[in-house]
């Protein structure tokens, strides 16, 4: 079976600022690593993905992300945020099949 | 259409009422899947077709749930006798592929509430 944990339910940041969104996961077997974001009244947005390969995966809007196998984590990183990045972010896990296990969601607020 | 469509956005139901969920997924999208998002939790897996197949119901949480898409596009899910733990937005995807690994577009989802 798999889990996701994200830390940190909520993340304020100023404008401008770095932010660093956390996720471990718990899987016997190898599985795909995901980042979505749910802006306001919207449905899920995939924002970037590890299937294999480099572990620093980038995605849209200047997010990144990177698995680290030893540490079960896939962190997600934006070294300058916008006001526009405020929405919730949810990490997943996939064993590869149609089934994804997410976690329970980051609600990231950025400050004026 | 341009992304997944679900109607009602909003639904309140008093405990013991019978509600439809209505989604359309993407034109040409073979996968559908629905996921139920309780308040503070991530979407949990309910049920998933392949055309009008469904192929996988183990997500949901109950008989009284039950899904549809008899002609492969629009899918509808149904929840019999509703109780206040229903409460939750039902969100619904579609996909060319099952595969997660290509992503799926999901739809803005209808909120219920169960009074």
């Known amino acids: 079976a798999q889990s996701v944990t994200q830390l940190d339910s909520q993340v304020p940041v100023f404008e401008e600022a770095p932010v660093e969104l956390r996720c471990n996961y718990s899987s016997s077997v190898s599985v795909y690593l995901f980042w979505y974001v749910q802006y306001p009244n919207q449905g899920l947005q995939l924002l970037l993905k590890?299937?294999?390969?480099?572990?620093l995966v980038k995605g849209i809007n200047g997010f990144e992300a990177e698995f680290n196998k030893s540490q079960t984590s896939f962190h997600l990183r934006k070294p300058s945020v916008h006001i526009s990045d405020t929405a919730e972010y949810f990490c997943?896990?996939?064993?590869?099949?149609?089934?994804?296990?997410f976690g329970t969601g980051t609600r990231l607020k950025v400050l004026a | 259409g341009a992304g997944v469509s679900q109607s009602p956005r909003y639904k309140v139901a008093k405990r013991g009422q019978d509600v439809a969920l209505r989604c359309d997924p993407i034109s040409g999208h073979v996968s559908l899947f629905w996921y139920q998002q309780a308040l503070g939790q991530g979407p949990e897996f309910l049920t998933y077709f392949q055309n009008e197949a469904q192929l996988d119901k183990s997500g949901l949480p109950s008989d009284r749930f039950f899904a549809e898409r008899p002609e492969g596009s629009v899918s509808t899910l149904k929840i019999q006798r509703t109780q206040q733990e229903d409460s939750a937005v039902y969100l619904c995807a579609s996909s060319y592929n099952r595969d997660t690994n290509y992503g799926y577009t999901f739809g803005s989802g209808t909120r219920l509430t169960v009074v």
């Open positions: 997943a896990v996939s064993p590869g099949t149609y089934k994804y296990i």
């Open positions: 590890y299937l294999s390969g480099s572990t």
